[in-house]
């Protein structure tokens, strides 16, 4: 599975669009870009996944580069709930799925 | 509704004991697995059933059997319980096998081995 990158944390203001980014620049055709997070002591939170196209749903958008080499979740009016640990995954096999160290988001 | 849920919530046991832990999905899911959440919070698989079959075994030592009686449900025994075995274990499940069926997870289970 690719490896990706994460800045290791990130404040933003409550009420404004967070974004956070992940570099994936050994990502292969066929892997998908996940998101999830955990917030404090409760089980990881699945949050939204793409292949190529942009995507949206209740919770955030997932906005991949053309190049698909990096990509950025924007919560779009983050509230204090929001504040969690952030995981950017690629994978080809959702079998192999591991969490990294993430984006601590205050 | 509880959609992924375990027990118990917290097991604190001594070393050399044997202990299980429970996992129970109610999303009519086909696929079942369990993760292992060391202190640095690195989460890692261990297992994955799909249709009560096994078909991942991560390199987890012989000490810990999954068991899924149904597809519902996918339990977890350690024998011989050791000091590193002590970390927050995670059950989840998934619609499909593949890359594009998201996991549900439980609340985890954080065992203490003193």
């Known amino acids: 599975d690719a490896k990706t990158t994460q800045p290791p944390s990130m404040d933003c203001a409550e009420g404004r669009a967070a974004n956070l980014p992940c570099n994936h620049s050994?990502?292969?055709?066929?892997?998908?870009v996940y998101w999830y997070r955990q917030i404090h002591s409760q089980g990881p939170q699945y949050i939204i996944h793409?292949?190529?196209n942009n995507e949206t749903n209740e919770m955030a958008s997932l906005i991949i580069t053309e190049d698909r080499k990096s990509s950025t979740l924007i919560l779009p009016h983050a509230t204090l709930r929001d504040t969690a640990v952030y995981y950017c995954?690629?994978?080809?096999?959702?079998?192999?799925?591991?969490f990294g160290a993430g984006t601590t988001v205050t | 509704d509880t959609a992924v849920s375990q027990t118990p919530k917290y097991l604190v046991t001594q070393m050399g004991n044997d202990k299980s832990i429970k996992c129970e999905q109610n999303?009519?899911?086909?696929?079942m697995y369990w993760y292992k959440q060391d202190s640095k919070k690195f989460l890692k698989i261990m297992f994955s059933?799909?249709?009560?079959?096994?078909?991942i075994n991560e390199t987890v030592p012989n000490r810990f059997s999954p068991k899924s009686p149904d597809k519902a449900h996918l339990n977890l025994h350690i024998n011989s319980l050791e000091l590193g075995d002590s970390a927050v274990y995670f059950c989840?499940?998934?619609?499909?096998?593949?890359?594009?069926?998201?996991?549900?997870f439980g609340n985890g289970t954080r065992l203490t081995v003193t």
């Open positions: 995954i690629v994978l080809i096999n959702d079998y192999k799925l591991s």
């Open positions: 999303l009519g899911h086909d696929t």
């Open positions: 050994t990502i292969s055709g066929n892997e998908y």
């Open positions: 989840a499940s998934s619609q499909m096998t593949g890359n594009n069926s998201p996991l549900h």
């Open positions: 059933y799909n249709n009560k079959e096994l078909i």
């Open positions: 793409g292949l190529k």
